[in-house]
């Protein structure tokens, strides 16, 4: 498939890591400005009750607007939940173990970092999309691993199955990613933090991916 037909990037949003407070305005704000294609609840050392109380409110503004919402990390939240997914790393467990646990319809991504083996096994895993990054320096997370754009054209190139760019993209970056060929980008802190507000940073993002002034 020619860049020319391919289909535009989509977004795909991810949480801060608090996500109480006026946060779910913030998400609805977000989520009301433009098309956002998933939403991942990212949360880090809550125990999982706590973890549930907070994302109820924000999966219903999810699901009231055709988001899918993906658990990062905890499959056992993502069943808890009756999430549409969940986003595994490298050490959070095998999408096998997830598709059986949470069924044929969820949404199973797999973090790859830079590497084209990781992402073709997780292919042959049952994965339902792959994720390459961190393409740019970022604050959400230590970064270890630094990805060239050019592994999403060849990915492209190579497999049918999704692929997400993540780490560190932004407003001001993220072209040469959607150029390269990613079908999602993963945003947090380039939504969350955007000076403008998190509205206007999804308005400017999906004008960028569809290669059409922000107005």
Known sequence: ???????????????????GGDFPDQLT?????GPVAAFQFRVKGLEQHEAARLAEPLQAICAARGVAFIVNDDIALAKRLGADGVHLGQGDGDPKEARRILGPDAQIGVTCHASRHLAMEAGEAGAD???FGAFYPTTTKAVEHHADPEILTWWQGMFELPCVAIGGITVANARPLIEAGADFLA??????????????????????????PAG
């Open 1 to 19: 498939m020619t860049q020319a037909t391919r289909i535009p990037s989509q977004l795909y949003l991810i949480s801060p890591l608090d996500v």
């Open 29 to 33: 704000a977000a989520l009301d400005a």
């Open 129 to 131: 999309y792959v994720a």
């Open 187 to 212: 945003v947090s802190g380039g939504v969350w933090a955007h000076p403008e507000g998190a509205a206007d940073a999804v308005r400017t993002f999906n004008a960028l991916m569809n290669d059409q």
